[in-house]
């Protein structure tokens, strides 16, 4: 994820990590490490605001959790998807929706925490999720066999 002025990174090493990037006037560009949070397991998928405080990421196990990197807490926020998170999308701001490898799509509701509905489309993967820009109402998800739903 991307920022003006900033860059998250996370994978296979369990660490997000949150770079500053600094232009000088010799147009060259410098990149630091300015934080790191440690999970339990490697992260797959990040979704942030657009000042990069607040976010959610989902790991291959298929946990969710919530990132303040002002208070540089993380907080779990689901367990027990049965299998890789994809891909995390938000909607108008009382929804986000989940793209698992299993082939389900599941929407969350943000108060309370609790899973709305569920999607599930059998022998394929669930790898990408995304809401209308115009709207935020609209989920369309992307599976692995090339189709788009």
């Known amino acids: 994820t991307y920022h003006k002025s900033s860059l998250i990174s996370g994978g296979v090493s369990k660490n997000?990590?949150?770079w500053d990037i600094q232009n000088s006037d010799s147009d060259e560009t410098s990149v630091m490490l300015h934080d790191e949070l440690e999970f339990?397991?490697?992260?797959?998928?990040?979704v942030m605001d657009e000042q990069l405080n607040l976010g959610i990421i989902g790991t291959v196990n298929g946990t969710?959790?919530?990132i303040n990197w002002e208070e540089k807490t993380s907080i779990r926020l689901v367990g027990g998807h049965p299998d890789t998170v994809n891909d995390i999308a938000v909607g108008t701001g009382e929804t986000f929706a989940v793209a698992i490898e299993d082939g389900s799509l599941r929407?969350?509701?943000?108060?309370?925490?609790?899973?709305?509905?569920?999607?599930?489309?059998?022998?394929t993967s669930c790898t990408c999720a995304v809401f209308s820009p115009s709207q935020g109402t609209r989920l369309t998800a992307g599976y692995g066999d090339g189709t788009v739903r």
Not at 40 to 46: P, V
Not at 110 to 123: G, I, K, R, W
């Open 16 to 18: 997000l990590k949150l």
């Open 40 to 46: 339990e397991s490697a992260i797959i998928s990040c």
């Open 107 to 123: 929407l969350w509701n943000y108060e309370p925490l609790e899973q709305a509905v569920q999607f599930q489309v059998l022998s």
């Open 64 to 66: 969710l959790w919530y």
